[in-house]
């Protein structure tokens, strides 16, 4: 029953990602989005064990549409801010590579922190090691592990920790 749940919703995900990439859809784009997206959810839970890290219960279903939100906030805030940077030069930059720690063990959520820390613009995960991310960051605005970690992590952390581990 939980493999088929898993299967459901990784189903429901694709899909809901596809409808929205090809927006505004036509029945043929949601009937290959629908294929496509049932094709990969059949296949991929049992066979890639990185599926298997992920929880499916409803409170995890809750926090991750709350993370769709914190992180599109995010998103919409990281580009304002580059935008401003790159139109007011008098804006001052002091980019540099920074490290940062997370609680996450799975490992897709570790995937999943370093993909959004890099999807806000003025932030790229550089490298990842053990449980030290080095992140690349427009505006170095802390100089330790701890400051830098709350400015970059904790905003996505706390909800991919209930969704990953």
């Known amino acids: 029953m939980k493999r088929l749940l898993a299967r459901f919703l990784i189903f429901a995900f ?41 929880r499916t219960g409803p409170r995890a279903i809750t926090w991750g549409i709350a993370y769709l939100f914190v992180f599109f906030f995010e998103l919409v805030k990281s580009n304002l801010d580059v935008a ?26 570790r995937l999943a922190l ?5 999807l806000t613009p003025g932030t790229i995960t550089v ?21 830098t970690t709350q400015n970059i992590v904790s905003k996505f952390e706390k909800y991919l920790e209930v969704i990953f581990g």
């Open 14 to 54: 694709l899909l809901l990602i596809w409808l929205l990439l090809t927006y505004p859809f036509s029945i043929q784009e949601l009937t290959a989005g629908a294929a496509v997206s049932l094709l990969i959810a059949l296949f991929s839970v049992g066979s890639i064990p990185i599926f298997a890290e992920m």
């Open 127 to 147: 490298e990842t090691k053990g449980e030290y991310f080095y992140v690349h960051w427009i505006d170095v605005r802390a100089r330790n592990i701890e400051e």
């Open 114 to 118: 370093a993909n959004s820390i890099t």
């Open 84 to 109: 401003f940077r790159v139109l007011h030069r008098k804006i001052p930059i002091q980019p540099g590579i920074v490290k940062v720690r997370t609680k996450l063990t799975s490992r897709i959520g």
